[in-house]
């Protein structure tokens, strides 16, 4: 061990979980995956943006992306190649990658209390919205949500027991979480402020395991860093853009925004906590005493508390110091640990406990994915609201595709120029072949060659009613079409408003090979 572990213990920490646990558990995470992607396939019929963009870069396997590195779309590659391009994709990688996260938030758990406790801190913590609903969006911060749990479960491990396969496993998954979003760094560095402030700096072994984190941590970036240096750094210029702020002022409101959404996308755990808290006042149980934190050491609370919440005050205080902007979702793998802080005030029996934990979480789960559907796909159709969830894709992939079938029979259509949502809306639902030309930058879409991307012709497609971003470049493109023309629909039904789709094709040259 690599730290003094002296403290009161008893049967609350428990031996590995069983097998039958571990199932137990995983038959909860499949159960909460299948309703959310159902729900969510049945209401929708277009992903979120975010989940747009990840399906349209998913086209090609490429080291970094101009916005974002790379390890999302990877796995979305990797997706798409299974199961091709559906609107569904986006909600089960969504969900899939939440649902890992939440199985390492156990087994950190399994760690130091018995499986059964670990498991209500689990599903306490798996109703937070960026678990549940906001699980169903697919995007970096959702996708890091998997890593930073390992990350913190290896952590635990690498100090707790010393072992080198910790260390090593723990340098290889950070730098996975690295290649989902560079903001890991603020988790590596609560990790490195534990290890000053509980004095484990001063161990040989501590400071060698290190070491042999960082080798490996390297060598998984390496590829990725080589990307950046050949590419001038592009994701860091959009990173920059995203953080600036006009004024001080500006920082501070923004800091109590960001403190405030955090606040509502954790209160479906804080609305299970009250509840929970009531059932035990109205009917309690007969077997109490010391809290759940009480039976744990010191030394697992101090970690709870410094890993659980350092990210959030880091973030918070970076943010004042350097006045630089936040934005809600940043907040996505703050609160994995939360679910925990549940134990300084529960306490009696784990097993009625658990119970009662789980009636409750499964009722809220089912209640939000519920409301959630109806919100997103009925509610929104008939009252005409401009939801993406309502986003007419199939229709206007299918005009789009008479539109070049009329004036080049015969040849498929593989380039869509256009901006993602537009474009991702007319190429996923064509042909998992087809690519978007992002805003007609050869910069944003690496799966295109400038020497050959217009060989066979291309669709260019914009409007001003879609959300989308005109790009000049776009506009050019467009104005070398030798057919053009505009395609209109209602968004939704009767009471939505018109979407006029501006296109133009490029025909196919005798360079074209198809």
Not at 161 to 180: P, Q
Request: aromatic share 14%.
């Amino acid at each position: 061990m690599q730290h003094d572990n002296t403290d009161k213990m008893n049967g609350a920490r428990a031996a590995a979980p069983s097998p039958a646990q571990g199932w137990a558990v995983l038959a909860f995470l499949a159960g909460m995956v299948a309703l959310w992607t159902l729900l969510c396939t049945i209401s929708h019929r277009a992903p979120d943006l975010d989940g747009m963009e990840e399906l349209v870069w998913a086209s090609s396997f490429e080291f970094g992306y101009t916005k974002h590195p790379p390890l999302p779309s990877w796995f979305m590659y990797a997706l798409s190649g299974l199961f091709g391009t559906p609107v569904w994709l986006a909600f089960f990688a969504g969900q899939l990658v939440s649902a890992l996260g939440l199985w390492f938030v156990w087994r950190l758990g399994c760690e130091f209390t018995s499986p059964r406790r670990a498991l209500i801190a689990t599903l306490m913590v798996s109703t937070t919205l960026y678990f549940s609903l906001r699980g169903t969006i697919y995007n970096h911060n959702t996708a890091q949500l998997w890593s930073i749990a390992a990350c913190t479960w290896l952590f635990y491990r690498a100090l707790r027991y010393g072992r080198s396969s910790s260390w090593l496993w723990l340098g290889a998954v950070a730098g996975l979480s690295m290649l989902t979003k560079y903001s890991a760094v603020i988790q590596f560095g609560v990790f490195f402020i534990f290890i000053v402030v509980q004095g484990h700096w001063r161990d040989a072994g501590v400071r060698h395991g290190v070491l042999h984190a960082l080798a490996v941590f390297a060598v998984v970036v390496s590829p990725h860093v080589f990307w950046l240096v050949d590419n001038h750094f592009a994701p860091f210029r959009y990173l920059d853009n995203s953080i600036e702020s006009s004024s001080y002022a500006e920082v501070l409101k923004g800091i109590w925004d960001f403190s405030i959404d955090q606040l509502a996308r954790i209160s479906p755990m804080l609305l299970v906590w009250l509840a929970l808290y009531v059932w035990n006042r109205r009917r309690p149980m007969a077997q109490r005493g010391e809290t759940y934190a009480g039976e744990l050491s010191s030394w697992d609370r101090s970690f709870l508390l410094w890993v659980g919440l350092g990210p959030f005050v880091a973030t918070v205080l970076m943010s004042a110091v350097l006045g630089t902007r936040l934005v809600a979702s940043w907040g996505t793998t703050f609160f994995v640990l939360y679910g925990y802080f549940a134990f300084w005030w529960l306490s009696g029996s784990t097993r009625a406990t658990l119970r009662r934990t789980a009636m409750i979480v499964i009722a809220v789960h089912v209640l939000m994915a519920v409301g959630y559907a109806v919100a997103r796909g009925p509610l929104a159709h008939y009252s005409g609201r401009t939801a993406r969830s309502t986003f007419p894709g199939p229709e206007i992939a299918q005009r789009m595709q008479q539109v070049w079938s009329r004036h080049v029979p015969g040849q498929p259509l593989r380039v869509v120029a256009s901006d993602t949502w537009l474009g991702g809306n007319i190429a996923v639902n064509l042909d998992p072949a087809a690519r978007v030309f992002i805003n007609g930058s050869f910069a944003e879409s690496p799966w295109l060659s400038p020497d050959t991307a217009l060989d066979c012709g291309a669709l260019v497609a914009y409007s001003d009613d879609t959300r989308g971003h005109l790009a000049e470049a776009l506009l050019r493109l467009h104005e070398q079409a030798r057919w053009t023309g505009v395609e209109s629909l209602r968004w939704s039904s009767e009471k939505s408003p018109m979407i006029e789709i501006q296109w133009g094709i490029i025909p196919p040259s005798e360079a074209c090979r198809e």
